[in-house]
């Protein structure tokens, strides 16, 4: 199976930036989308930004033009920059893969990392 580690969460001040990164190891072969999903207190986990095996990439309404998700598939890592953050992008981070395996898809989840933004 895979295994995935999150890390660059943390507190930043409205406006900052911070990037997010996410390394898959294990069974990493038929790797299709990588993403990033996110849950804030009393809200339901939502999809932040996706980015397919072709680089083609989905994000959420509220991050488009702040959030870049990029992959590096050499080292089996999808990142997230999110640049002039919000108090309302506060949330845990969960980094998402999924695979391909005979037919089958399977998603795996990492840790979760907390974001703060605030003052």
């Known amino acids: 199976q895979v295994q995935l580690v999150e890390s660059g969460g943390g507190l930043v001040q409205p406006g900052g930036s911070l990037r997010l990164s996410c390394a898959a190891s294990?069974?990493?072969?038929?790797?299709?989308?990588m993403g990033w999903y996110r849950q804030a207190p009393g809200k339901q986990r939502e999809l932040v930004a996706l980015?397919?095996?072709?680089?083609?990439?989905n994000y959420a309404d509220s991050v488009k033009g702040r959030f870049t998700i990029s992959r590096d598939n050499v080292k089996n890592t999808v990142y997230l920059q999110m640049n002039s953050l919000k108090p309302e992008d506060t949330a845990v981070y969960y980094c998402?893969?999924?695979?391909?395996?005979?037919?089958?898809?399977?998603?795996?989840w990492g840790q979760g990392t907390q974001v703060t933004v605030s003052s």
């Open positions: 998402f893969v999924n695979q391909l395996q005979w037919r089958t898809t399977y998603g795996y």
């Open positions: 294990g069974n990493i072969f038929s790797i299709n989308d």
């Open positions: 980015i397919g095996s072709g680089s083609s990439t």
